[in-house]
């Protein structure tokens, strides 16, 4: 029987091959669930359920409706973003093709690899995103200008 890849291998092995990422490395992570009538509880572990060691942690509430958050690319941050609370819409590009993602559960996760335009929208009342960084908060990391970001991919910087 074939043993099934974990993200962690996943990704080691675009790394080692350099691969420009895309929409498909993009993953709806299912997190552990543990019910109880008094309340279930969720978690997510580094190196497990993340496919990275956590360097920053950070969240993103109170969003006035219609408003949408990111549009931008990491050139080196992996994120790993959960609906604590709420829903919303991550839509993820890689300059040729882009996919939308509903989060509105606190037991799934989404996996977005560095090189990927992203944008939240359509946070619902009272919405929380809970979001994971690979490396600690730089500047320098984000592409904000989405021209910039599709020349970067096309040579191959992201």
Same mark, same amino acid.
């Given at each position: 029987?074939?043993?099934?890849?974990?993200?962690? =291998?996943?990704?080691?092995?675009?790394?080692?091959?350099?691969?420009?990422?895309?929409?498909?490395?993009?993953?709806?992570?299912?997190?552990?669930?543990?019910?109880?009538?008094?309340?279930?509880?969720?978690?997510?572990? =580094?190196?497990?359920?993340?496919?990275?060691?956590?360097?920053?942690?950070?969240?993103?509430?109170?969003?006035?409706?219609?408003?949408?958050?990111?549009?931008?690319?990491?050139?080196?941050?992996?994120?790993?973003?959960?609906?604590?609370?709420?829903?919303?819409?991550?839509?993820?590009?890689?300059?040729?093709?882009?996919?939308?993602?509903?989060?509105?559960?606190?037991?799934?996760?989404?996996?977005?690899?560095?090189?990927?335009?992203?944008?939240?929208?359509?946070?619902?009342?009272?919405?929380?995103?809970?979001?994971?960084?690979?490396?600690?908060?730089?500047?320098?990391?984000?592409?904000?200008?989405?021209?910039?970001?599709?020349?970067?991919?096309?040579?191959?910087?992201?």
């Amino acid at each position: 029987m074939r043993k099934k890849k974990t993200l962690i =291998q996943i990704r080691s092995v675009i790394k080692i091959k350099n691969m420009a990422m895309t929409v498909e490395d993009v993953k709806i992570v299912e997190l552990p669930k543990f019910t109880d009538p008094r309340g279930n509880l969720s978690f997510v572990e =580094q190196l497990n359920h993340i496919p990275f060691e956590i360097k920053r942690t950070y969240w993103i509430y109170d969003v006035p409706g219609g408003e949408n958050r990111g549009g931008h690319a990491f050139r080196k941050n992996d994120e790993f973003i959960v609906a604590l609370s709420g829903a919303f819409d991550v839509i993820v590009d890689d300059g040729k093709e882009r996919k939308r993602f509903a989060l509105n559960r606190s037991y799934y996760g989404l996996y977005i690899p560095a090189g990927l335009w992203r944008t939240m929208e359509n946070f619902s009342t009272n919405s929380l995103a809970l979001e994971f960084g690979s490396i600690h908060y730089d500047r320098a990391d984000y592409v904000e200008d989405y021209v910039q970001f599709l020349k970067l991919k096309s040579n191959g910087e992201i």
